[in-house]
């Protein structure tokens, strides 16, 4: 039977996205470990480069998912995973790019004379990558588990990084000083990359979401992580 | 007319013809079974499933074509306009006249194209121009500027397509409210199964349609509305969208994901 053969295709799909996941987290962990770091240039170098696997992952990904859409036109509940592999695939990938930014943004950090700029790391983007690396993790968790309820919580998350950002900008406005503009802005442009990881967890929790249930929660303002996934 | 009923709401829906509790027999062998269900006003309604669903069976209980079937037996009722369709005094003739059917293998008569679309309304006693009536039902079948330079060529020198449509033309000639479409392009090349999709689409301004289809990707493209049947009960009805992305019945889900049937 075909689906016996789709059910095949699809899972080792699944898997070549497990496997990229795992691929992202460890690039999203090493790029924010150079922040504050000197000497960092063939580490960024190493970073680069694995972006670039990472980038041809994605498009044999996506060119697996295609196959499986045009040889075999699921429907319903494959239909709906499938959709989502595409989504994640795609937020994934642009979360590498997001690491390789952060990398660059330590990379200048680092290319800064230290002498004439003081530049200081707030603690909010420790935790910044602390929450968005997490939110991550949990949202891809949710993706394997197929869980709704893990979904929705990452998404409820959303929020601290949002304030964890603000509360970033509001300090490094107040330490900025006539010599070091440029370093406080790429630690303000490297939170902007973690937020925005953060943001891409929070859609992939929302595709997991319609992935299981069948519903669309995009856009539809702060979610009720307890309400929402229960809610057949 | 149609019967309108309320919905929840402020929403009004049409309904064109219902089903109460309708169950079909041949023999001893139940084909259908408690079906109840309700067919919008001009829209369209897929029914697919497995063979031996009962989704032609229940098509035909439409236009009690089931009568020409000697072991069948049908109980329930068909509701249409608010009349039981097999209530003793109903005229099956009269019926099929208003609830019109297009068949999987294109049956053109052995005329010409014009005289399949005008028998019709010559059997029906039809006293107008019958000319313009044949044009209309050409043009409202999309056939009419393929063969308007040729209405006396035989019907059979049309290619499969153009003889289904001629077909559909030929069912439109008299004016039904309802028109029912069993396998309509399962005979046909996927150009001319385009077509005929296209065709239905732009009907449904005018007609109700039900179609029964084994062919889940036509019903998801086409119909509004899908039944789904498994050994003749209606095991799910809902919107198109909803049943192919989203079925609330697992037996559906498994079926349309073709994990049995």
Redesign the interface.
Known sequence: ???KR?DRRLEDIRQALHTMSHDIEELLEQAFSLVGKTDIGAAVDEIREADRAIDAKEVAIEEGAIELLALH????????VLVTVLKINNDLERVGDHAVNIAKGAQRLDDLDTLDEHVPIPPELAEMARLSRQMLSDALDAFVHENAEEAAEVRARDDLVDALQDSLFRVMLTHMTGHNISGCLQVILIGQNLERVADLATNIGEDVIYMV???TVRHQGAPDAAEEPGDE | MSTEIEEAGAVRTRVALKTRSLSVHYGDSPAVRDITLEVPTNRIVAFIGPSGCGKSTLLRCFNRMNDLIPAARVDGEVLFHGRDLYAPDVDPVEVRRKVGMVFQKPNPFPKSIFENVAFGLRINGFKDDIGERVEQSLRAAALWEEVKNRLDAGALSLSGGQQQRLCIARALAVEPEILLMDEPASALDPTATSRIEDLIRDLKRDYTIVIVTHNMQQAARVSDETAFLYLGELIEFNETERLFTNPDNERTEAYITGRFG
Do not use: N, T, V, Y
């Open positions: 039977m075909s689906h789709f036109q699921p429907m319903a509940g494959d239909l709906r249930q069948g519903k």
